[in-house]
C-alpha cells in the first residue's frame, strides 16, 4: 500500500520556467517531508526538506510547499535548467528525522527541454 | 571522499543460488540502510541498523539478512534467491535516524533467473 503518491510519471517543462511536483500522502502521522533528486546510474540525492510545523521552505530555485489539510505536497523549481532533468522522489516520515523508515513515492521523471 | 560504496553494480543470480551485496560507507555515520526500488515503485526499507551490532527490520525483510560487525560496513545477503528478488537495492547511511537525509550509494541492480 502506497503510502505516498506521485501521480504524475513525468514532466516536461521548458528551460526557465517553473516545474511543479506533485506529492500526496495518506498517513496523517507523518510529520518530516523530503524531496530526493535521482540521475541514471547514481544513488538518489537530497535536495530539500520541511517540517509539517511549516508549510513552505524554501532553498535557492527550490521551494517546497506543504499543504497539511490536504495532506499534499509539491516542490517547484524557478528557474527549471536542463540540469535539473532527473527523476524526483517524494519521501515522509513518521516522528521526524528521529523516525527509522523513510516512506518514498513512486517518482516523477523531469524533463527540461533547453 | 568516497561516501557510501555499494559492489556488485550488476549481478545475475539463478533461483537458489545465494549472494552478498556489500555496501561500505567512509563518513562514520552510525545509521546504515537498506533500500530496494522495484520497477514503478517507491524505495521501501529491507533493513537498517543503528550502529556496530545492532540490526532490525524494516518493511520488507523476508529472504533478506545483514549484520553489522563494524561502523563501516553493512553487507545484505541473500540466501535463496527467488525471481521476486530481482530489484535494485541502494544502501545509505546517515548521521541521524532514517527520517531524514539519508546518503545513498550508486545502487546494485540484481537479476534472478
Known amino acids: 500500500d502506497q503510502q505516498v503518491k506521485q501521480n504524475s510519471p513525468s514532466l516536461s517543462v521548458q528551460e526557465g520556467r517553473i516545474s511543479i511536483l506533485n506529492c500526496d500522502y495518506t498517513?496523517?502521522?507523518?510529520?518530516?517531508f523530503l524531496w530526493y533528486k535521482k540521475y541514471p546510474a547514481e544513488g538518489p540525492t537530497f535536495l530539500i526538506s520541511?517540517?509539517?510545523?511549516?508549510d513552505k521552505n524554501e532553498d535557492g530555485r527550490f521551494t517546497v510547499f506543504l499543504n497539511k489539510s490536504a495532506k499534499h505536497l509539491s516542490l517547484h523549481i524557478v528557474p527549471s535548467q536542463p540540469g535539473d532533468s532527473a527523476v524526483y522522489f517524494c519521501?515522509?516520515?513518521?516522528?521526524?528525522?528521529?523516525?527509522?523508515?523513510?516512506?518514498f513515492g513512486t517518482g516523477t521523471r523531469l524533463t527540461v527541454i533547453p | 571522499n568516497a561516501g557510501v560504496t555499494q559492489t556488485p553494480k550488476f549481478r545475475i543470480l539463478k533461483i537458489g543460488q545465494s549472494m552478498t551485496l556489500q555496501c561500505t560507507q567512509d563518513?562514520?555515520?552510525?545509521?546504515m540502510y537498506w533500500y530496494r526500488q522495484d520497477p514503478g515503485m517507491g524505495l521501501k526499507l529491507i533493513y537498517y541498523?543503528?550502529?556496530?551490532?545492532?540490526?532490525d527490520k524494516g518493511e520488507v525483510p523476508n529472504g533478506y539478512n545483514v549484520s553489522r560487525s563494524t561502523t563501516e560496513d553493512f553487507p545484505l545477503r541473500l540466501e535463496l534467491a527467488a525471481p521476486s528478488q530481482t530489484s535494485v537495492y541502494f544502501c545509505?547511511?546517515?548521521?541521524?535516524?532514517?527520517?531524514?537525509?539519508?546518503?545513498f550509494g550508486e545502487g546494485s541492480r540484481l537479476t534472478v533467473l
Open positions: 545509505a547511511s546517515s548521521a541521524t535516524r532514517g527520517g531524514g537525509e539519508l546518503f
Open positions: 498517513n496523517s502521522m507523518f510529520d518530516y
Open positions: 520541511i517540517s509539517s510545523i511549516k
Open positions: 519521501a515522509a516520515s513518521e516522528g521526524g528525522t528521529g523516525a527509522n523508515n523513510l516512506f
Open positions: 563518513m562514520n555515520h552510525n545509521y
Open positions: 541498523s543503528v550502529g556496530a551490532g545492532i540490526t
